[in-house]
Structure formats: C-alpha cells, structure tokens
C-alpha cells in the first residue's frame, strides 16, 4: 500500500508466493515491510533478497491471547 507517494509499506506472511512477494519487494523498494517472522526469516535466507535482517529497525514479537 502507498499511504502517500513518499512512504510505500507491504506484508510478507506464509501462503502467500514468495516469488510473487520477492518481485513485489525488488519493484517497490518499501520502506516498511510488515511481516510474520517465518517469512521475514525465510526472505533473509534467500541468496539474492534485498531483505537483510540487519536492516531491522523495529521488530515486535507476537505474543499469544
């Protein structure tokens, strides 16, 4: 989504195509990416991602109700 033309966010969660959502990031370049931890782990491992772990500025742990 493009909440105005300076700021573009997307998520990244299981079920969905990774390659669909890698080709998603690679044309968009986001500056947030809203994701489960399984899926921002398995986009970190992938050899050619433009997603880095170390790139993390903010990480909130989903916690269980």
């Not at 990244?12 to 947030?32: D, E, F």
């Amino acid at each position: 989504k493009n909440i105005d033309s300076k700021l573009s966010i997307i998520s990244i969660i299981g079920g969905m195509s990774k390659q669909k959502q890698l080709r998603i990031i690679r044309q968009r370049r986001p500056h947030i990416i809203i994701g489960t931890p399984g899926r921002i782990i398995n986009f970190s491992k992938i050899k050619f991602s433009t997603l880095s772990i170390s790139n993390i500025s903010l990480l909130i742990k989903p916690t269980e109700s």
